[in-house]
Structure formats: structure tokens, C-alpha cells
């Protein structure tokens, strides 16, 4: 079944536990002006094997590139190379001796201690929805009759959606325990990008969708500061990152939200279509929690982010990659255990093209403000270390520096998943260190060579998921969560 959410007057929070028919069955649609769906997220399970968590990390903050970054001109430049694969930009020192980054990553290279780089992540696709599932997933393997065109449940499950089956409500409030923001991820045909959500887990367990920055399928980057076109198309980018309104609607009172709920409980004998989606006891605890969520102060804190005090916004970055990060970084103090933030909209990170200039004004100069300030923030409290952060997109690019004439004025790189470099940090994460080795050409790992179980599997194991952890599903058939060893030497 495709994923479709209910529309409400929420329908930024898109997170449909039911198809619309029972959500229209069970009534409701209409009471407090939002609708079940963006309850269905609260289930508080977990993983049904093992013991309790022993990781150090409480919360997780999963940084996606969608596109792919550059390794070359990001995080392990080769300038001993020849001319078409070393690119245009010069490495820079960071603070720990021996790494080097690139040039116009000046906030990041001053935090180096803080974080820690893999610089040999490695899978078999060049394809950007099929790189896109085999990374958001942690699984190399493509599911049987995989298509980009036509996402279905048969998919695997998203790293957000297990982490937030597997791990226990961190605090007694509404928050769900996995978000993904600051948008789903949609090609530009208006596609939905597969592997977001939770596949064959179903519905019931997929992350929240917080949809503050409308689709726009020609404008990347970190609007309203830093928006571009790959191809300067010149169609005007008029959006405004808005988080959602967790407020009653004009006209509804409490009484009449009282009257609504009594309805409600007349549908009893509707709740049968239930079955399949959530047993009673769920549908009453979420239904009591549409009630609770409205005055729940940390929920509205941590979303109203474009009105934070001017010394956080000048940190952050007054763009929509400053207030993601923002954002997440209240949700995770707050109690949520996984947020997944899009750093730009699907293949924003896509430097076919014009990639240097791109780079340099535009996508470099918000991601560097943002993680640094983020992990400022983090490690000035001691949140980070039981925050993880973690920085990936779904592949690397290609060595060789191409130019597409007939698309670009400027040349770039193209897709490239033999080898990528990925960011980690906090959460046990030692820093000024890396780990694995791409070659003299940053084309293939040299050494430790590490696969997207690997990953998933770090993140698995830093939030304390015991190895022997399961997820169910319909017919409760156990399902491992772990497929592969944590990457060896980040801890």
C-alpha cells in the first residue's frame, strides 16, 4: 500500500498509521483539527530481544546529503592528484594534527576534535533512489522487485523507522520517538524518494514527517539565504520555512472538542478495521494524546524555531538548513530518540555542474555553520555525548572531473557509490580521528573497507539496541535488526 497522509489542518505532520478509510471509520478525521495519523508514531515498543540498551547515546542526530557530497572537495581531498581529480579547492589544517579538510569548511576543520571521519563507506549503486533506499536503510542488497517509480511496503525499513521501534520513550511526553524534517524527500517529477519510511514494518511504524519547507522541484540549498538551481532555470523561489501550528483551529473550543471525543467513543463498533493497524489499547492512548499533545510546551518550543533569540539564529544560520539543525537539536533534548534532518531537498547535493562555485557559495557556507553550531551547542550542555551526529549522503562522486555541455556551464563530478566519506561525532564517538582509507584517486577503499549494515549497525549500537534485537511484524515473525558489526575504531 502506498504511503498517502491524511490531509489535515496538521498535514505537516505527515505520518498516516491508517488509510483514510479507517481513519474516516474510527472519526477521526475533524476532532481537535488534526487526524490519527499523527498519533500512529507514539507506539511505545521495543525491540523484543536482548537487554536493555548499553549504548552511551541517548538520542541520534542523522545529518542526509541527499545527492551526494563530493569526498574529493569535502572530507578527503587527494591534492597530490592530477588536475581533473583533485578539483579546484585547497586543503586546510584542522586542529588535529594531520587532518585535513577542505578549504571552505574553516568552522567544521576548527571542531575537529569533536569529530570523527570514515572515509571508506562503500556499495554497488550509482543510482540516486536506489542509493537513496540502500542508505537510509543500512542494506546494500535492493529488496525483491525494487522499483524508484512505484515505492512499496515491500521495502526494507528506514534506519529512523527501527531506531524508533527498537528504542524505549525517553521521556513521559507526545514526542515520537524517530522525526524526520525539515521534508520528505520527493523527485522533482513529484515521485516520492523510497526508503523514508518504515516498508514491510508497516505504516504504524513510520517516522514523523515534519514538513516545514515546501517542495519546490528546481530551487536546493539552504533557502532563503542560499537557495540555487544546478541549472539556473530561473524559476522564482518564493518559500517560507514554516514549522507546524499545534494550536486548536478558529472556533473550536473545548467544548466542542469535548462533544467530538463523545462522538468518538459512539464509533466503538467501528474500531474492528482497526485490527490490522493497532490494537485498542494504542487507539485509546493515542487518541488521548491528540488531547495532551496541544499543551505540551516542549512540542511547540522545539518547532518554533524561526522565532529563537537573535544570538541562536545568528549561530545557526537565519536559513533553512540553521533552523533544521536548530530544530533537531531541541527535539533530541526534548526526548526524541532519532531525528533524520535533510540538509536540502532531494538531490540538492547533485554537483553534476557548476559544482565549485555551488560548493563554495552555497551549500559549504550554511552545512558548515549549522553542524558547528550544533555541535557547539551540544557539547557546551554535555549533550554530545549522548548525542550521536552523523553526517552521509547516499553515495560519493566520481574522480574524475566531467563536464555535461549540454546541461552546465561548469564542470562537476557524477555519482559514485564505490566510496564515500562520512561525518560522525558525540555519543562515545572519539574524536580527531579517522577510520578506513580511499585510494591515491579517492575512487575505491584502500582500507576498512565499510558497508551501509555497517553503518546502520554504529548507529544501532551507540543508541544501546542489543545485537540481538528484532523487530516483528504482521504475523510476528521476528526480523534482525542488526545485519552487520558497528565500523570498527570510531568508539
Known amino acids: 500500500m502506498n504511503h498517502r497522509p491524511i490531509e489535515t489542518s496538521l498535514s505537516a505532520w505527515q505520518h498516516a498509521g491508517h488509510s483514510r478509510r479507517e481513519a474516516l471509520q474510527a472519526g477521526a478525521i475533524g476532532i481537535l483539527g488534526l487526524g490519527m495519523n499523527h498519533l500512529a508514531g507514539l507506539r511505545q515498543a521495543t525491540a523484543s530481544e536482548g537487554g536493555q540498551p548499553s549504548g552511551k547515546a541517548k538520542s541520534c542526530i542523522f545529518i542526509f546529503l541527499s545527492g551526494g557530497l563530493s569526498q574529493h572537495d569535502s572530507f578527503d581531498m587527494k591534492p597530490e592528484a592530477p588536475d581533473n581529480i583533485r578539483g579546484e579547492f585547497q586543503p586546510c589544517a584542522t586542529r588535529t594534527p594531520g587532518i585535513q579538510i577542505c578549504e571552505h569548511l574553516p568552522k567544521l576543520a576548527e571542531r575537529s576534535p569533536l569529530w570523527s571521519l570514515c572515509r571508506s563507506l562503500t556499495h554497488g549503486s550509482n543510482e540516486h533512489s536506489a542509493a537513496h533506499h540502500i542508505m537510509l536503510t543500512g542494506h546494500s542488497e535492493l529488496p525483491p522487485g525494487f522499483s524508484p517509480n512505484n515505492p512499496n511496503r515491500q521495502n526494507r525499513a528506514s534506519i529512523a523507522a527501527v531506531a524508533g521501534y527498537a528504542m524505549r520513550k525517553r521521556q513521559q511526553n507526545n514526542l515520537p520517538t524517530a522525526v ?80 467530538r471525543l463523545a462522538l468518538l467513543e459512539s464509533l466503538n463498533q467501528q474500531r474492528k478495521n482497526l485490527a490490522s493497524c493497532a490494537n485498542v489499547a494504542n487507539f485509546d492512548r493515542l487518541r488521548q494524546g491528540a488531547v495532551s499533545l496541544l499543551t505540551e510546551s516542549a512540542v511547540h518550543q522545539a518547532l518554533d524555531v524561526t522565532h529563537a533569540d537573535d544570538k541562536q539564529l545568528d549561530r545557526y544560520g537565519r536559513n533553512s538548513f540553521g533552523w533544521s539543525l536548530l530544530m533537531a537539536r531541541r527535539l533530541v533534548s526534548a526526548g526524541v530518540s532519532l531525528v533524520q534532518v535533510n540538509l536540502g531537498n532531494d538531490e540538492t547535493w547533485d554537483t553534476h555542474g557548476n559544482a565549485f562555485p555551488h560548493l563554495k557559495n552555497n551549500l559549504f557556507p550554511p552545512t558548515d555553520q549549522a553542524v558547528s553550531a550544533l555541535l557547539d551547542d551540544l557539547h557546551s550542555t554535555g549533550e554530545l555525548d549522548e548525542t550521536l551526529v552523523v553526517m552521509a549522503g547516499e553515495f560519493g562522486r566520481t574522480p574524475q572531473i566531467t563536464l555535461l555541455e549540454k546541461h552546465y556551464k561548469l564542470p562537476g563530478r557524477d555519482h559514485w557509490g564505490a566510496v564515500q566519506s562520512v561525518l560522525f561525532a558525540g555519543g562515545g564517538i572519539r574524536g580527531g580521528n579517522v577510520v578506513g582509507k580511499s585510494d591515491t584517486q579517492g575512487a575505491y577503499p584502500a582500507e576498512q573497507p565499510v558497508k551501509p549494515e555497517n553503518f546502520a549497525a554504529t548507529i544501532y549500537d551507540a543508541l544501546g539496541i542489543p545485537a540481538t534485537a528484532a523487530w516483528h511484524d504482521a504475523e510476528n515473525r521476528p526480523h534482525h535488526i542488526y545485519h552487520g558489526e558497528p565500523i570498527a575504531g570510531l568508539f
Do not use: C
Request: charged share 20%.
Open 180 to 259: 524526520v524534517l525539515p521534508e520528505r524527500l520527493v523527485h522533482n517529477s513529484g515521485r516520492v524518494i523510497p526508503g523514508q519510511h518504515s516498508g514491510a514494518m508497516g505504516t504504524q511504524h513510520d517516522p514523523w514527517m515534519i514538513e516545514a519547507s515546501p517542495f519546490h522541484n528546481t530551487s536546493y540549498g539552504a533557502f532563503p539565504e542560499f537557495e540555487f538551481d544546478h541549472q539556473d532555470r530561473g524559476k522564482p523561489d518564493e518559500r517560507i520555512f514554516q514549522a507546524p501550528q499545534l494550536s486548536l483551529p478558529d472556533g473550536l473550543g473545548m467544548q466542542t472538542v469535548n462533544g
